[in-house]
């Protein structure tokens, strides 16, 4: 906990659009696969979009085409750029740092509210 700094989010009209970014200690963002989850109340944590050290990413069918993520090794940050948003994207966003796959580290979440 408290390794993973995220910034950005907020609120935002539909079809908008907003960037997430996620910084992480050197160590942590050169080895693993960064990624970002979204939660909803009372709702499992699902992955939203993962990016790998060789940069090849996945993306949940929901995002597809409105959502890129990417990396900037230089800085040691990820980074979530959301186009076109959906009042169903309104909810908490997580950065992840994938560990294995049942365990990483975490960021504390930003709320993203998509809404006119």
């Known amino acids: 906990q408290g390794q993973l700094v995220e910034s950005g989010g907020g609120l935002v009209q539909p079809g908008g659009s907003l960037r997430l970014s996620c910084a992480a200690p050197e160590n942590i963002f050169n080895l693993y696969t960064m990624g970002w989850y979204r939660q909803a109340p009372g709702k499992q944590r699902d992955l939203v979009s993962s990016?790998?050290?060789?940069?090849?990413?996945d993306y949940a069918d929901s995002v597809k085409g409105r959502f890129t993520i990417s990396r900037d090794n230089a800085k040691n940050t990820v980074y979530l750029q959301m186009n076109s948003l959906k009042p169903e994207d309104t909810t908490v966003y997580y950065c992840n740092a994938k560990v294995t796959s049942d365990l990483g580290y975490w960021g504390q979440g930003t709320q993203n509210t998509v809404s006119s």
């Open positions: 990016i790998r050290t060789t940069r090849s990413t």
